[in-house]
């Protein structure tokens, strides 16, 4: 069965994720995400197919780096750990080291831009739709920004 890690920051990003639940009982699936109080119930529904990085915003920018560079490194052990052929995210910062990685070292790349955005791009979006294998956008509009993208409307 084809491993496929779905990953994301928290918070609506990672609600975006979880809306392509019926997805993860096709294929060997796991999910990363960051740890907070609000998505600890992941470990308990997904047992050992749930690893969490370090909650990484809202920090001053100093510590904000020291955490970026953990999650780096975490994501580097995660992808040889669980070694996905396809990664599929909805952002953000999260999952922009973890993309990456995969197209280094052969994984597919699926990006969903998020559902919040209408008219402006992601960092990471910007930075992943150079090397995304598909690139699915939620909103019409968006294509203008991305026009190599692939109108997937909402996952909601």
């Known amino acids: 069965m084809k491993k496929v890690l779905f990953i994301s920051s928290t918070g609506g990003h990672l609600n975006e994720l979880l809306q392509l639940k019926p997805l993860f009982d096709k294929y060997d699936s796991y999910i990363i995400t960051e740890k907070t109080k609000s998505n600890l119930f992941l470990k308990n529904e997904y047992k050992n197919k749930v690893n969490y990085l370090v909650y990484g915003t809202k920090h001053k920018l100093f510590i904000y780096i020291f955490k970026l560079i953990y999650n780096c490194f975490k994501s580097l052990f995660l992808y040889f750990k669980i070694r996905p052929k396809v990664i599929i995210t909805t952002g953000a910062h999260t999952a922009g080291p973890m993309c990456c990685i995969g197209k280094i070292f052969g994984s597919k790349i699926i990006y969903i831009e998020t559902f919040a ?27 203008k920004l991305y026009p190599n993208a692939v109108y997937g409307g909402w996952i909601f």
């Open 117 to 143: 955005n209408i008219n402006t791009k992601t960092v990471t979006g910007r930075l992943i739709y150079k090397f995304a294998d598909l690139f699915i956008v939620q909103w019409e509009e968006m294509l």
